[in-house]
């Protein structure tokens, strides 16, 4: 058993790996935890904003992206009463397939009043 890395279990039993296995586990643990260090750290750098200055970035009006966060159709963040967004989380939803485009607030009064029904 020499040839073996033991790794204990957080129940009390061990895991035996070969020394190639362990390596390779090591290595995309450590790349794993690299890349979604980088994700948190660019989320954490932008800012949040108000439907005014997001809305200014995405080329729409506040009024239609508040609706539409209240219609659940855009990603936002609830804080309190206030309604805040990401424009790299807005726009990417609308790069998606099959996202409605963010035209006026036609798309979205239809959408609460089927919601109303």
Known sequence: ????????????????LSPEVFEAALTAGSESLASSAACSASLDVE????????????????????????????PHHKLGRFIRFRVSDVAAHFRVAGAPAPTDSESVTRIRRLSRQ
Do not use: Y
């Open 47 to 74: 800012p949040l904003l108000d439907a005014d200055h997001a809305a200014a970035q995405l080329g729409v009006t506040s009024r239609w992206l508040e609706d539409s966060a209240r219609a659940g159709i855009v």
């Open 1 to 16: 058993m020499a040839d073996r890395v033991l790794v204990p279990l957080p129940d009390g039993r061990w895991l035996s």
